[in-house]
C-alpha cells in the first residue's frame, strides 16, 4: 500500500564504511527524487531522475552515487561515510516534473559514529 | 533563480485561534508554489498546491493559502487550529527557469496550546 517505500529507516554505522539506502514507488510517477535533510530541518536536493534519466545532480561529494534501474526505483550509495553525512535523506516522486508536487518516503535517519 | 523566505521559525498559537504561517517567494517568472507539512519522524506530506489557477487555494485539513503576486506572498491559513495541527511547515517555490527544481523554505514549526 505505502507509495514511496523507503529501507532502512534508521542506519547507524561507523565513519569509513559503504552503505546504501533503497527507494521504490508504486504510484507510477516518472520522476524520483533525493532530498537531504539536515539537524536544522533543512532540505536541500541531492538528485533527481525522470524515467532512468539523471537530471539534476547537485555539489554533492561525489562519494554519493544514484542509481535507477527502472522508473520505479533510485537507490543512494555513499562510499566512505563522514560524520557530516549525518541526515536524514527523503526519497521522493512526482508525475511529470515538478509542477504536481512530490509524494515522499518516510526517511532514512543515517548517524554516522 | 528562485527562492522562498518563510517568516519565523516557530509561530505558536492557542487552540481554536487562527493559524498564519508566512512565506514569500522570488522568482522571475510565474511560480509554482507549495506548502507541504511534515510530522515528528515523518516523511513531507503536501498540502496544498498553487500553479497558475485560481490565486485562493484550499488544501487538505481545513488549510488555504492564497498567491499575491504584487507581494510576492504565498501565506499559510487555517481558521481554527487543532492540537493535531502541531507540526513542521514548509514553503516551496519551483518554477521553469530553475529546471523545475523545487526549492524549499527553511520550515516554520508551529505550536498549539490547549
Known sequence: DTAVSQTPKYLVTQMGNDKSIKCEQNLGHDTMYWYKQDSKKFLKIMFSYNNKELIINETVPNRFSPKSPDKAHLNLHINSLELGDSAVYFCASSLQGELYGYTFGSGTRLTVV | ?114
Not at chain 2, 521559525?9 to 493559524?19: D, I
Not at chain 2, 509554482?32 to 487538505?60: D, E, M, R
Not at chain 2, 481545513?62 to 491559513?77: I, M, P, V, W, Y
Open chain 2, 1 to 114: 533563480a528562485q527562492s522562498v523566505t518563510q517568516l519565523g521559525s516557530h509561530v505558536s498559537v492557542s487552540e481554536g485561534a487562527l493559524v498564519l504561517l508566512r512565506c514569500n517567494y522570488s522568482s522571475s517568472v510565474p511560480p509554482y508554489l507549495f506548502w507541504y507539512v511534515q510530522y515528528p519522524n515523518q516523511g513531507l506530506q503536501l498540502l496544498l498546491k498553487y500553479t497558475s489557477a485560481a490565486t485562493l487555494v484550499k488544501g487538505i485539513n481545513g488549510f488555504e493559502a492564497e498567491f499575491k503576486k504584487s507581494e510576492t506572498s504565498f501565506h499559510l491559513t487555517k481558521p481554527s487550529a487543532h492540537m493535531s495541527d502541531a507540526a513542521e511547515y514548509f514553503c516551496a517555490v519551483s518554477d521553469r527557469d530553475g529546471g523545475f527544481k523545487t526549492i524549499f523554505g527553511a520550515g516554520t514549526r508551529l505550536f498549539v496550546k490547549a
